[in-house]
């Protein structure tokens, strides 16, 4: 597995149908058996930034981080427990110091890898991006006028060079575009701009105020603002289902869902968590609780991940429309 694990991308199918049987041998002991294992894992490793974007609180955050060792002592105790894919994010993930290290113990133990970066590092380190992750996530909220105002100055322009490396190097790449309150009036342009630059966008919605590291309520979409961003983004999927990453019914699950007083069904906290930079796992990043480093390391892992179910559940939950179609969220 360690060779297999070595193979670059995209020539190594076989390691991936390997690593994606064991996922579905564990979803069906989940389903079927009730066992709960952390299968899907995202790992900020840093909240740390090179970005500022206003709707985002993680470069406010305190800064403490796992050393080397404790890093890749808790990536070994979550290998241990049936871990097969791991969503590296941050802040900004390029930006840790164990940042390779951290992927190449994963790598070897067979682990797929999404990396989800700004895209301002994304050039720097392209051959070992290239190597070790299936797929590539960047953020880019629309075209300049749009996106530079939330992200920064020339931001967008510095994902775009990102995303046109990936392209160039027949990277699988993902582009995630939030939509918050300033730019929740935008879609047809912003629309217009991931046909002008020819790549499709995947659209995340700022719901809630009571997102565990939200720095501006203001960016907050009010349920009005919402469903005026479902109807739009519904009609131009219709108008050009290419251009739009999101299935049609991803946003007919979230409507119903803004429309709707019940808690989420959810996944997290039984085959899904968050890990932070400091060692702490969550639910998710929605859920305020978590469970201490220290705690986590002194119990039993296995302990820790079952305590994480009889923390709150959520409303209006983006990455809930995805789970409920069978996709990858973002």
């Known amino acids: 597995m360690k060779i297999m694990s070595y193979i670059p991308y995209p020539l ?21 058996f009730k066992v709960n294992k952390p299968l899907i894992v995202t790992w900020s490793l840093t909240h740390r930034c ?34 097969k894919v791991i969503s590296i994010t941050g802040g900004e ?5 164990h940042f ?6 994963a790598r070897q133990k067979g682990i797929l890898l999404n990396l989800n970066s700004n895209g301002l590092m994304v050039p720097a380190n392209i051959d070992f991006i290239k190597k070790h992750f299936y797929q590539v996530t960047i953020s880019l909220d629309g075209p ?16 775009l060079a990102a995303i046109t490396l990936l392209k160039k190097h027949r990277i699988s790449h993902h582009v995630t575009c939030v939509i918050t309150k300033s ?13 002008e630059i020819k790549t499709p966008f995947s659209y995340q919605l700022v719901f809630d105020k009571t997102l ?46 803004v429309l709707s007083s019940k808690k989420v069904d959810c996944r997290a906290g039984e085959i899904f968590l968050r890990v932070e930079p400091n060692g702490d796992i969550r639910k998710c990043s929605r859920v305020t609780e978590v ?18 179910r009889s923390f709150p559940q959520c409303h209006n939950c983006t990455v809930q429309g995805s789970l409920k179609l069978g996709l990858k969220s973002a």
């Not at 390779?100 to 113990?105: A, C, D, I, T, W």
């Not at 469970?291 to 994480?308: A, D, G, N, W």
């Open 183 to 195: 730019s929740a009036y935008n879609i047809e342009n912003i629309v217009s701009y991931s046909k």
């Open 291 to 308: 469970i201490p480093y220290k705690q986590v390391m002194e119990q039993k892992f296995s302990h820790s991940f079952f305590k994480l």
């Open 12 to 32: 190594r199918e076989v390691k991936n149908i390997l690593t994606m049987s064991g996922i579905v041998n564990q979803l069906i002991q989940y389903y079927i």
């Open 212 to 257: 565990a590291t939200f720095s501006s309520h203001e960016e907050t979409l009010l349920p009005v603002d919402i469903l005026k961003c479902l109807d739009d983004l519904m009609a131009l999927k219709i108008q050009s289902p290419k251009t739009i990453q999101n299935p049609y019914k991803y946003f007919e699950v979230l409507k119903a869902q």
């Open 93 to 97: 993930p390029l930006i840790s110091p």
């Open 144 to 159: 300049p006028e749009v996106n530079d105002p939330i992200r920064g100055e020339k931001s967008s322009q510095k994902a």
């Open 50 to 83: 090179n970005l500022d974007c206003h709707y985002c609180g993680f470069p406010h955050l305190e800064h403490k981080e796992l050393s080397r060792e404790n890093l890749l002592g808790l990536l070994d105790t979550l290998s241990e427990q049936g871990l």
């Open 100 to 105: 390779k290290e951290f992927v190449l113990r």
